[in-house]
Every structure is written in structure tokens, then in C-alpha cells.
């Protein structure tokens, strides 16, 4: 029996599914915790600061605005309540699943892979905890794949697309500088490629121009208006800028308050490498408990850097060059982590997520048609998926679970005090 994943209507009911499940699991008892978690003590007056004085407070200076623009629009339409400040990484969080579908429906058309990531990212214990507070890496990630999604379509002849792809690349760049080598490398594929189908150079030179820099640079531009509208320059805002990356180059491990959660979840070359699970038990009566855990996805994250050998050999010598995009992309993101001298959080990882999962996807497809048991490998695979995410839900959300189903989590999970 044949696993097959290349009919439209199947794909699109199978997705259906995961985004059930992956909204479900971003939502529920996402605004139990009334008071500020994580970041949000500091993002969210920072953010309603910024629309009525037209200034941030503490660090976030350092960032570009976009993410608190997002932010407060949720508190005005939800209210200044749980409901505002997570409302909108929880619908980011959840159309990210909807865009790496839609990223490996173009890589890797009529196989397995869309609905194998979507359904890792979907289910992931990490990026569901990390989609239920305001950290900036999930509207981050979410416009840069929008921003890939749209170079693919252009890709495929669509001249539309390149302007629907300037703006998510500059609403990209307004959030937060994660992609900033990853954005031209998209953009290089995408001119090859139109290259390729016989498009000059000349009138490429100038689409590109103003769709893919004139057009990000004004709504980068834009993202700014609290802080141009208070009389500043442009001269101005040049050493702003120069400012605030000095003072995020030099940041030091005092700085922060949530230090020692840096220290528990390691340094970024063990991202992908070791199991990590850190946080706080917040009750126990013997029997039962309550956790918020971050929680790495080990089993599955853990396989990323192999199949990035494997799915990029195989491409290499296939001379599949679109399949070759992601492990490049991914590698280049990375880097940046990996050259940074000063404290990293691991929420940084988020970003990450999308490109491991495609590659991880395309593994499995490959190891599935070589070992010629599709139905049972796939099947095998997204019910580990589900199950694993299912068990691990609970420990990220806060939900009251018997301590002895998750004493093996719990033996391994470093607490940290004072929550």
C-alpha cells in the first residue's frame, strides 16, 4: 500500500487538521495566567508607551517598532488583559504552520514533506510555548516566510508576487534583524531563477530595486513615525541605529534579569545537539502537578543537523538546486547565532524551526521511498509526532498532570526557583 500525498484534496484536508490542532493547542489556557509572563513585563509598556508618549522604555529601543505596533493593536481590540498582549502570537504562530505548508508545497512538490513539517511545527512543545506570550521571533519568522513564499511564487513566473514579497520583507526587517543575510540569499535564488526563464538582467535590476529595497525600506521607514514624529533626523536616526547596535554587541550576562534561564538552556551550538528542558513547578500536592517547562522538542529537533547532511548530499547530487535552499538558508541563519559573543536566549531558536523542519521532512521522505514503506513510515512518523506533542502540551501550558506519567520529563528537567 502507497502512502500518497500528491492529491490536492487530501493535502488540503490533511492541513486542515494539523491547523485545528496547532490553533488548539496555541489558545487553550493561554490567558489562565493573568499577570506578565516571560518578556511581556517589559514588552507590553513598552508598547502602549510607544503610542501614547512615542517612545519605547528599557531595551526595546534597540529593536524596530513593528512588533509593538502589533502588539498594541491586540491590546486595543482585546483589551490590556492576557487576551491583547497574546492574542497575536497566537494567530502568528499558528498561519507560520500554514506558510511552512505552503514553502514545502513549492520545494518539494507532490511528496510528503509540506504536511510532515507543517504538522512538526504544528505540535512542537517549543514553539507553542513560544507562541503563547509576545516574544518578537514569532511575527518574525512568520513575515520572513511570507517573504520566502511570495520569492517562490515569483520564481514560478507570477510577477505579482515580487511586490507581495517586498512588503513582507519589509515588514521583516521592521520586526526584528534575524534574517538579515537570509533575506538577499532569497532574493539571489529568485533572481537566478527568473534569470533562468530568460528575464534581463537590466529590467531584473530595477524590479528588484524598487520592489525588493525602495518598498521594505520605506515601510522600515514607516515602522518608525512615533519616533521621526518627535522632531528627529535622519542623521539622527543613522547614529541611533549605530547606537543600538553597540549596545546589543556589548550586552553582558548581568544585564539581564532572566539570566540564569540563559545559562540553563545552553548556548547556541547545543540548540540542536542536546535535550533541553528548563522552568518552574508552580504546584504539587504529591500526586499531581503544574509546570510551565520550555521544552526543546529533543526527539525530533535532534535530527536536524544529520538530515541537513543527508537532504543536502542528496541534492547535490540530484543537482536539485531548489532543494538545496533551505539547508542553505538554515545554515546561514544559524551562523549568526554561532558568532555572537554575548548572551543568547534560547527563544532565539524559533526562527530556526521552520527551515529544520522542512529538512527533517525531507529525510524522512527520502529514507521512506528508500526503504520503499511509505504508508507505514509516514504514519509511523506523524503519530509520533502527535503523541509527542499530546504528552508534552500539558508541561508548557500549565495544566494540572499526574506526576508519575511525566516523572520521566520531570527527571530531567532543570528547575529554576523564584516564579
Same mark, same amino acid.
Given at each position: 500500500m502507497q502512502f500518497r500525498?500528491?492529491?490536492?484534496?487530501?493535502?488540503?484536508?490533511?492541513?486542515?487538521?494539523?491547523?485545528?490542532?496547532?490553533?488548539?493547542?496555541?489558545?487553550?489556557?493561554a490567558f489562565d495566567i493573568t499577570d506578565y509572563t516571560d518578556d511581556e513585563y517589559v514588552q507590553v509598556p513598552s508598547a502602549v508607551s510607544l503610542f501614547k508618549y512615542g517612545t519605547t522604555t528599557e531595551l526595546q529601543w534597540v529593536h524596530p517598532p513593528l512588533s509593538s505596533h502589533i502588539l498594541?493593536?491586540?491590546?486595543?481590540?482585546?483589551?490590556?488583559?492576557?487576551?491583547?498582549?497574546?492574542?497575536?502570537?497566537?494567530?502568528?504562530?499558528?498561519?507560520?504552520?500554514?506558510?511552512?505548508?505552503?514553502?514545502?508545497?513549492?520545494?518539494?512538490?507532490?511528496?510528503?514533506?509540506? =504536511? /510532515?513539517?507543517?504538522?512538526?511545527?504544528? *505540535?512542537?512543545?517549543? #514553539?507553542?510555548?513560544?507562541?503563547?506570550? &509576545?516574544?518578537? +521571533?514569532?511575527?518574525?519568522?512568520?513575515?520572513?516566510?511570507?517573504?520566502?513564499?511570495?520569492?517562490?511564487?515569483?520564481?514560478?513566473?507570477?510577477g505579482k508576487a515580487l511586490f507581495f514579497a517586498g512588503i513582507a520583507l519589509g515588514l521583516t526587517i521592521a520586526t526584528k534583524a534575524y534574517y538579515i543575510f537570509t533575506v538577499p540569499m532569497v532574493a539571489a535564488y529568485a533572481f537566478y531563477r527568473a534569470r533562468q526563464?530568460?528575464?534581463?538582467?537590466?529590467?531584473?535590476?530595477?524590479?528588484?530595486?524598487?520592489?525588493?529595497? =525602495? /518598498?521594505?525600506?520605506?515601510?522600515?521607514? *514607516?515602522?518608525?513615525? #512615533?519616533?521621526?514624529?518627535?522632531?528627529? &533626523?535622519?542623521? +539622527?536616526?543613522?547614529?541611533?541605529?549605530?547606537?543600538?547596535?553597540?549596545?546589543?554587541?556589548?550586552?553582558?550576562?548581568?544585564?539581564?534579569?532572566?539570566?540564569?534561564?540563559?545559562?540553563?538552556?545552553?548556548k547556541p551550538w547545543q540548540w540542536f545537539l542536546k535535550p533541553v528542558i528548563y522552568g518552574y513547578q508552580t504546584f504539587s500536592d504529591g500526586n499531581s502537578g503544574r509546570f510551565l517547562l520550555e521544552i526543546n522538542n529533543f526527539p525530533f529537533r535532534m535530527l536536524t543537523i544529520p538530515s541537513l547532511v543527508m537532504a543536502s548530499v542528496y541534492a547535490w547530487r540530484k543537482k536539485l538546486m531548489q532543494e538545496l535552499l533551505v539547508p542553505f538558508l538554515f545554515v546561514v541563519c544559524y551562523f549568526i547565532f554561532l558568532i555572537v559573543n554575548r548572551p543568547i536566549f534560547s527563544t532565539n531558536a524559533t526562527v530556526l524551526l521552520p527551515f529544520a523542519y522542512l529538512i527533517v521532512a525531507r529525510t524522512v521522505v527520502l529514507i521512506a521511498r528508500q526503504r520503499k514503506r511509505e504508508y507505514l513510515i509516514y504514519a509511523g512518523f506523524l503519530s509520533c509526532v502527535l503523541a509527542w506533542g499530546l504528552y508534552t502540551f500539558p508541561l508548557v501550558s500549565g495544566q494540572l498532570v499526574p506526576l508519575s506519567l511525566y516523572q520521566p520529563i520531570i527527571s530531567m528537567t532543570h528547575f529554576m526557583q523564584g516564579h
Open positions: 500525498m500528491n492529491t490536492v484534496l487530501t493535502n488540503w484536508k490533511a492541513l486542515a487538521v494539523v491547523l485545528i490542532l496547532a490553533a488548539f493547542l496555541r489558545f487553550w489556557g498594541y493593536g491586540t491590546i486595543t481590540l482585546f483589551g490590556d488583559n492576557p487576551y491583547g498582549w497574546r492574542m497575536g502570537n497566537i494567530v502568528f504562530g499558528t498561519a507560520t504552520v500554514i506558510l511552512i505548508y505552503l514553502v514545502g508545497m513549492h520545494l518539494y512538490p507532490g511528496t510528503a514533506v509540506p =504536511l /510532515l513539517a507543517a504538522s512538526l511545527l504544528a *505540535l512542537d512543545p517549543f #514553539h507553542i510555548d513560544i507562541s503563547r506570550t &509576545t516574544f518578537m +521571533e514569532i511575527p518574525t519568522s512568520f513575515f520572513f516566510f511570507l517573504y520566502l513564499y511570495f520569492m517562490l511564487k515569483y520564481c514560478e513566473h507570477s526563464r530568460g528575464e534581463s538582467s537590466g529590467s531584473l535590476l530595477i524590479d528588484f530595486s524598487f520592489l525588493l529595497f =525602495l /518598498l521594505p525600506l520605506t515601510i522600515y521607514f *514607516l515602522s518608525f513615525i #512615533h519616533w521621526f514624529g518627535r522632531g528627529y &533626523t535622519l542623521t +539622527e536616526f543613522v547614529q541611533m541605529k549605530n547606537d543600538a547596535v553597540w549596545t546589543v554587541k556589548n550586552l553582558t550576562l548581568s544585564y539581564f534579569h532572566a539570566s540564569d534561564n540563559i545559562l540553563a538552556a545552553g
